[in-house]
């Protein structure tokens, strides 16, 4: 029994190089590629975790519209093609102000943070345009990368909210107050660097 066993996990090794070699369905790589995207970038990851405490900070019933918005509005920028140039300016402008309105007003201002996911949400989506190609793999490229930053954004306020009811003290919320603080903080330095004399960003 012992044999058999080994046997299984040898003949699982050895076939794990030439199955990862080929896509489960035609055309599904740029799915895959598109999911890790939006967490290839400084900037959109930045822009996930701060909306992801700010949208952590509301009542549950707010968060399916939240995350709809999130969604939707990425997918709409995916519409109307490249526009921007370079983002990196923007998306740590938006993650700036997101982690501060985090870091201040937990929980408050829900205008100010159906604005910012609509904004967040359309940069993310903006920055997964890929480049030239066939019409039907960028779709699906595109369609993996929204999906991600989606399904990272929902992760991480998942979290949030579970840790929120099951952890009631008063540490947690101040933990989370100082977790969007150095969030801003970093988003700050970042446009600090592109700003400064001298300096050479890469465009995300």
Same mark, same amino acid.
């Given at each position: 029994m012992r044999l058999a066993t080994w046997g299984v996990w040898l003949f699982g090794l050895g076939v794990a190089g030439p199955a990862r070699a080929h896509s489960p369905a035609p055309g599904v790589e740029g799915f895959f590629l598109g999911l890790a995207h939006p967490f290839s970038t400084p900037g959109q990851v930045v822009v996930i975790l701060a909306l992801a405490l700010v949208v952590g900070g509301f009542a549950t019933r707010l968060v399916p519209w939240m995350l709809g918005v999130f969604f939707a509005a990425g997918f709409a920028s995916l519409l109307p093609g490249p526009v921007l140039a370079a983002l *990196? &300016? !923007?998306?740590?402008? &938006?993650?700036? &102000?997101?982690?501060?309105?985090?870091?201040? =007003?937990?929980? %408050?201002?829900?205008?100010?943070?159906?604005?910012?996911? &609509? @904004?967040?949400?359309?940069?993310?989506?903006?920055?997964?345009?890929?480049?030239?190609?066939?019409? %039907?793999?960028?779709?699906?490229?595109?369609?993996?990368?929204?999906?991600?930053?989606?399904?990272?954004?929902?992760?991480?306020?998942?979290l949030?909210?579970? =840790?929120? *009811?099951?952890?009631?003290? !008063?540490?947690?919320?101040?933990? @989370?107050?100082? =977790?969007?603080?150095?969030?801003?903080?970093?988003?700050? =330095?970042?446009?600090?660097?592109?700003?400064?004399?001298?300096? *050479?960003?890469?465009p995300l």
């Open positions: *990196e &300016v !923007p998306l740590f402008a &938006v993650g700036l &102000v997101a982690a501060v309105a985090a870091a201040s =007003l937990p929980g %408050q201002g829900a205008a100010v943070a159906f604005g910012l996911l &609509v @904004l967040g949400g359309g940069l993310i989506g903006h920055a997964s345009i890929p480049g030239p190609g066939p019409v %039907q793999d960028r779709i699906v490229t595109m369609a993996g990368a929204i999906t991600g930053a989606s399904l990272g954004l929902a992760y991480g306020v998942g949030l909210v579970v =840790l929120r *009811e099951k952890m009631r003290a !008063p540490w947690v919320a101040i933990g @989370l107050r100082v =977790l969007a603080a150095w969030i801003a903080a970093v988003a700050a =330095l970042m446009l600090a660097l592109v700003f400064a004399p001298g300096a *050479e960003v890469a």
